[in-house]
């Protein structure tokens, strides 16, 4: 019988994993599997609404099934006003502590600043952990011309994980918080879009960056995918 694959998503904000990977989270929890997400950074204008994205988060991953790791726990800053070697540094001791078969992250691309600098602070780590499957999300900000060019070459079956993935994106619509309101029409149009590409209602698409055949990674890796 397989052992469930521990799975480690390292974002910059809480509702980053929820907007670009939900339903695949929902899937591979529901699956018993152990998926952490780690938030780099809180983001908030407020002390007060800094608890409440907090909790927020907490909520989503009651509901979707995975639970949420505060990479810089007190510590309020925004990802920009982190210098990179200490994220780099947080992020080898999380991977060493957690032990993950596969991690995602960022892609290197995304059109959002603190998105881009936590994906290079997750590809600077990767050189510590070469047996871990490494892969990155999508972009969640569809508006800018950037996104376009982030092509997946992994994709997620989610259909009937869509209904708990916009249930999770809902408990972020709180009153004034700092960031954009979330586009959960506009994102499940794009899940629909992606799983046309595979013959299937509704997708997620992440773009594998590394993995290395033998390792424990491309093993837990080919389970979250259902290869044989």
Not at 55 to 75: F, K, P, S
Not at 76 to 100: C, K
Not at 184 to 191: D, E, H, I, L, Q
Not at 209 to 228: D, E, K, Y
Request: proline share 5%.
């Amino acid at each position: 019988m397989n052992r469930a694959v521990r799975v480690l998503v390292v974002v910059a904000h809480p509702d980053d994993a929820e907007l670009t990977i939900g339903g695949a989270i929902a899937r591979w929890c529901d699956q018993g599997n152990e998926v952490t997400v780690a938030c780099c950074s809180v983001s908030e204008k407020t002390s007060e609404l800094a608890v409440r994205r907090r909790e927020a988060a907490e909520q989503a991953a009651r509901i979707l099934g995975h639970r949420v790791h505060w990479v810089t726990q007190g510590d309020g800053r925004r990802v920009e006003e982190m210098p990179e070697y200490y994220l780099v540094e947080l992020i080898d001791a999380l991977v060493s502590d957690l032990g993950p078969d596969v991690v995602v992250s960022h892609w290197g691309g995304d059109p959002h600043r603190d998105h881009r600098r936590v994906a290079r602070t997750v590809v600077a780590s990767a050189r510590t952990w070469p047996d871990v499957a490494l892969l990155q999300l999508g972009p969640s900000e569809h508006l800018s011309p950037v996104s376009a060019g982030f092509s997946p070459t992994v994709m997620i079956p989610m259909s009937g994980e869509l209904a708990r993935k916009s249930e999770a994106l809902a408990v972020y619509h709180y009153a004034d918080h700092s960031f954009r309101p979330l586009d959960v029409t506009g994102g499940a149009t794009r899940n629909q879009a992606l799983g046309s590409q595979i013959g299937v209602p509704a997708a997620e698409g992440m773009l594998l960056l590394r993995v290395v055949a033998g390792s424990r990674g491309a093993t837990g890796l080919g389970q979250l995918l259902g290869l044989p």
